[in-house]
């Protein structure tokens, strides 16, 4: 089976009366991926810290490989914090580069994991400082070299998106990418084109395989160049949105890896996505496959 990889943030979110929460975009992604059964490592850093622990544990159970997770003393593992807004927009405080996340390096056992690796997935929130940047670079540079494949969701998140060459190495992951994964207006940050049709062909016609569009409850749309697929969403009880899109991503890359049709694939991402914002706390919401399986054969009912 293909192996997959992801680097970048690995942090904690607090919770109110639980938690710490394991969290970080590319560590959902690759929790809930290997939670599906896929083959898939993260390349990242954390403290030598009971938040770092706590990360690493629940990355290894969830069955993910955790080699390439550098463990660093002295420095503490990086923090996130959401606030939800009445207008259901969020805001985030970080504390990423001045963490051990922001120590991400292409050490020996990063080196090592890509070596096995067939796809690098790339979160836009990852590309935070001129190193991070070189790390998810590198990791493309590598894979495609040997003929793998690139999946890249921009996740935007201005907070920590603030490094000089950010931009340019969004467009840079982009124009190296199969699969693309925006939602809402992240689509329109890559393409000249104001509606949603003709940014999408433009953005086909620069060598993409495909776009997959993630429209919260309403699902999922999935275009490529002979035409579309669309894919509504499962209805559930909203406690939680943050992390929906990373284990969207998994799945659809998961099953995209797996040779699965476009309508297979997105009906796994959306049960994934639904299931993930049913719990607070962004990784509490990922299940193994036999349940995202009993999910969708039972409609409504979560595990
Ligand atoms: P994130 O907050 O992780 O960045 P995102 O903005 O990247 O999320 P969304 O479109 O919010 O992505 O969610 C991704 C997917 O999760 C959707 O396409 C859908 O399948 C599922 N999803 C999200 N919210 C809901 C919901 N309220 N009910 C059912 N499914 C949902
Ligand atoms: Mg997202």
């Known amino acids: 089976m293909k192996k997959l990889v992801s680097a970048g943030e690995i942090l904690v979110e607090p919770g ?24 898939a490592g993260l390349i990242g850093a954390v403290g030598d810290d009971d938040f770092g622990r706590l990360n690493i ?9 955790v080699s390439a997770i550098a463990v660093h ?38 080196t090592k994991l890509l070596a096995g690796a067939d796809h690098v997935h790339v979160m836009g929130s990852s590309l935070f400082s001129d190193r991070a940047i070189a790390v998810a670079l590198s990791a493309i540079e590598t894979v ?9 969701d921009p996740n935007i998140r201005r907070e920590i998106m603030q490094a000089s060459g950010m931009r340019e190495a969004l467009d840079q992951v982009l124009a190296q990418a199969e699969i693309f994964l925006p939602s809402g207006e992240e689509l329109f940050l890559f393409s000249s084109a104001r509606d949603e049709k003709g940014a999408v062909e433009e953005l086909l016609a620069r060598g993409l395989s495909c776009i997959v569009l993630k429209k919260g409850a309403a699902g999922a749309v999935y275009h490529d160049r002979h035409g579309a697929v669309a894919s509504s969403g499962f209805a559930v009880d909203e406690v939680d949105p943050t992390g929906a899109g990373d284990c969207f991503g998994a799945a659809f890359v998961s099953f995209w890896l797996g040779g699965a049709a476009p309508a297979e694939a997105l009906l796994i991402a959306n049960a994934c996505g639904a299931l993930a914002v049913t719990r607070k706390g962004p990784m ?5 496959l036999e349940a995202v399986e009993a999910f969708i054969a039972t409609g409504k009912n979560t595990p």
């Open 284 to 288: 509490e919401g990922i299940f193994p």
């Open 73 to 110: 003393k002295g420095h503490a593992t990086g923090t996130a914090f959401v606030t939800y807004r009445a207008d259901a927009s969020r805001h985030f405080v970080f504390n990423i580069r001045n963490s051990a996340a922001g120590l991400i390096e292409t050490n020996a056992a990063a």
């Open 16 to 39: 109110p009366l639980l938690g710490p929460y394991p969290s970080g975009a590319p560590a959902i992604f690759i929790g809930q991926a290997a939670a599906l059964g896929q083959p």
């Open 57 to 65: 544990e629940r990355l290894r159970t969830l069955g993910a490989d």
């Open 144 to 152: 495609k070299a040997k003929g793998g494949t690139v999946s890249f």
